[in-house]
């Protein structure tokens, strides 16, 4: 994620972390939002509703993502507007991580 705090509106990302919280508002009207965390810092990610259909499972019950993107920038707070997810929890082996979900 450090690298990626670097890089302007638009371009092409791809990030890995933990996922500490998830966030499915009513009021979103079925977007999701994921936040990341690696060794730097936090990483926002906006899914949008074709995306979270398409990648369900691994947005839900996933402990570790990689998640491409384009990197959304505005008002000093920048987002990853995911095209593609992959779970890659099973790097993880044992450890236990849990996020916090809130729907």
């Not at 060794?39 to 926002?44: K, L, M, R, T, V």
């Not at 384009?70 to 082996?93: C, N």
């Amino acid at each position: 994620s450090a690298q990626w705090l670097t890089r302007a509106h638009g371009t092409h990302a791809r990030l890995a972390g933990l996922v500490t919280v998830r966030q499915r508002p009513g009021s979103a009207k079925g977007v999701m939002f994921v936040t990341l965390e690696d060794e730097y810092g936090h990483i926002n990610v906006v899914c949008w509703t074709n995306i979270v259909e398409q990648y369900r499972k691994a947005l839900l019950g996933t402990r570790l993502l990689i998640v491409s993107g384009d990197t959304q920038y505005a008002d000093r707070v920048r987002h990853l507007v995911a095209r593609k997810v992959e779970d890659v929890s099973s790097w993880l082996g044992d450890l236990d991580v849990s996020a916090r979900n809130f729907h």
